[in-house]
């Protein structure tokens, strides 16, 4: 990678700039103390700003939980969400009716389409040990033409999702998670049928890199033109082409070149972002992305008239019991769990 390739550095924080197709990225990573039994801190909640608490006080967040971190119902409307959670879990409900407990290493895509309402809660499962909790949560826009199909969810369980284990020449490893697109052979699960990832052209990919100390590993280019963000979001850095890039650093770089990596004297990690650009306008409103201003007041108008279908639950904030097992409700009662 020369200087030309790259468009920009920045810091990282909880929210991490992105580009299109992609419109939101988030690290959250909270170090929770031990559960209450109620899956809630067996801390004080003293001092925080509960329903808006993302101060990072002692380490970790309430977010808009109350009792149990996380997300209490709201609604979505015009793009995806992608979760990957790497450790603690999340408790997914949505209007449709559908559930799920999901989390170490497991990958969560919501299509919101026309609009979907759903909870995304942090449930604290250990009362002896702390409750450490990482994920991403990224946003992938939806093109105008799928900007109204029906909402789902997919689960993907850790087991099924793709790992690739390359080796330099010195023998050091640096393994690659597919959660979108392809690295060499490795093929991400199918993603929904209307993602924009879907489309063989779309060339997006959401990998997760992980370098042991001294590794080597090419970023092969893209397809097709467009822009990809490499994301060094622990404490190591790397060498990123002729660069020093330090842990904590976001880059902007031209998709249609190769990128080497080469980790320092301490295991490195990041995450890649790339796709080929959806190139329409992109009108937003908080959960609402729509293409013009227009679609925005309808998502407005639909969701005071309809709630988007409704809250099938007595509360805003749903979790799904004390045992740790990970599970799928769907909408038509179907129950999936990960395989043995």
């Not at 197709?21 to 067996?42: E, Q, S, V």
Request: net charge neutral.
């Amino acid at each position: 990678m020369d200087t030309a390739s790259l468009l920009a550095r920045f810091p990282l924080d909880l929210h991490w700039p992105t580009t299109d197709p992609f419109l939101f990225c988030a690290h959250h990573h909270d170090r929770y103390p031990k559960g209450d039994g109620a899956l809630g801190p067996a801390a004080t909640l003293g001092g925080r700003d509960l329903g808006q608490d993302f101060a990072g006080k002692d380490g970790w967040r309430m977010y808009h939980g109350r009792h149990v971190p996380g997300f209490p119902q709201h609604p979505h409307r015009g793009f995806e969400t992608i979760t990957i959670v790497r450790s603690g879990f999340c408790d997914h409900s949505d209007s449709l009716g559908a559930q799920a407990r999901f989390g170490a290493g497991d990958v969560q895509w919501v299509t919101a389409g026309r609009g979907i309402v759903h909870a995304e809660m942090f449930p604290l499962l250990r009362v002896d040990a702390d409750n450490p909790l990482e994920l991403f949560q990224v946003w992938l826009n939806l093109p105008r033409a799928e900007k109204m199909a029906e909402p789902s969810f997919t689960m993907q369980w850790r087991e099924q999702v793709p790992v690739k284990t390359v080796r330099d020449p010195a023998g050091r490893a640096a393994t690659i998670t597919v959660v979108a697109g392809a690295f060499e052979e490795a093929r991400a699960l199918p993603p929904p049928p209307h993602s924009w990832a879907a489309r063989p052209d779309s060339d997006v990919a959401v990998w997760l890199l992980r370098l042991e100390p001294g590794a080597r590993l090419t970023l092969p280019r893209a397809r097709r033109a467009g822009e990809r963000a490499l994301y060094l979001y622990g404490s190591a850095g790397a060498r990123v082409g002729n660069q020093r890039v330090g842990g904590g650093t976001g880059l902007r770089l031209r998709a249609d070149s190769d990128v080497p990596l080469e980790a320092g004297p301490e295991p490195c990690e990041a995450l890649v972002l790339q796709g080929a650009p959806i190139g329409e306008p992109v009108a937003q409103y908080g959960p609402f992305v729509m293409t013009t201003r227009e679609e925005i007041e309808a998502a407005f108008r639909d969701y005071r008239a309809t709630g988007f279908g409704g809250w099938p639950f007595h509360d805003d904030d749903p979790v799904h019991g004390t045992k740790a097992r990970r599970f799928a409700r769907h909408p038509d009662g179907r129950v999936e769990r990960p395989p043995e």
